[in-house]
C-alpha cells in the first residue's frame, strides 16, 4: 500500500498549554497531529485543516518514520493567544489573537478566524473583519506577511 502525504506534510507539534493564568508548569502536554491545503487568496492565508491528538508522540513519530517520512522543517514557537469577540455572541464568533515568538525569526501576531466553509461570501466577510482588528490594533496592512513560517526560516 502506498503511503500518500498531503502537500503541507505532516505536523507533530508538542504543546503546553497553561492552566488559564498563564502558568505553564502546571499546564498539561499534549501532542497534536495535523495535516492540512494551505492557500494564500487575496493576502489572507486560508487553511483547511485536520487535527487530531496521540497518546504518545514518540511512538507516532515511529510510525510515520517506518513509513518512509523524514523530518524536513523544524520551528519553535511559543505563543499567547486572546479571543476578540467584537461583540461576538459566542468564542467561536471571535477572532483568535495570538502573539507568536519564533526562534530566529522574532514575534509576530497571528489573526485567526475559523470558519465553516470558504466560499467567496464567507471568506471576504472574515478578511474585512481581519483587515478592522488590524487598523484598530495600529497595525498598517502593509506589514501583512503572506510567507509561511518555514519560508522565512528557509528551510
Excluded: C
Amino acid at each position: 500500500m502506498a503511503v500518500t502525504v498531503p502537500a503541507s506534510g505532516v505536523r507533530v507539534r508538542k504543546e503546553v498549554v497553561g492552566d488559564g493564568r498563564g502558568d505553564i508548569e502546571n499546564g498539561v502536554q499534549t501532542t497534536r497531529i495535523t495535516y492540512k491545503t494551505k492557500e494564500v487568496r487575496d493576502n489572507i492565508e486560508i487553511n483547511h485543516e485536520r487535527e487530531f491528538t496521540v497518546s504518545d508522540g514518540a511512538v507516532f513519530e515511529e510510525l510515520l518514520t517506518a513509513l518512509g517520512l523524514i523530518p524536513i522543517k523544524h520551528k519553535r514557537k511559543t505563543g499567547w493567544a486572546w479571543v476578540y469577540d467584537n461583540d461576538a455572541l459566542t468564542t467561536e464568533d471571535g477572532i483568535t489573537v495570538e502573539l507568536a515568538l519564533l526562534e530566529q525569526l522574532g514575534y509576530f501576531i497571528e489573526l485567526e478566524i475559523l470558519a465553516n466553509n470558504d466560499a467567496p461570501d464567507t471568506v471576504a466577510a472574515a478578511r474585512e473583519r481581519l483587515l478592522s482588528l488590524l487598523d484598530l490594533l495600529g497595525i498598517a496592512r502593509n506589514r501583512i506577511e503572506s510567507r509561511y513560517y518555514t519560508e522565512l526560516l528557509g528551510q
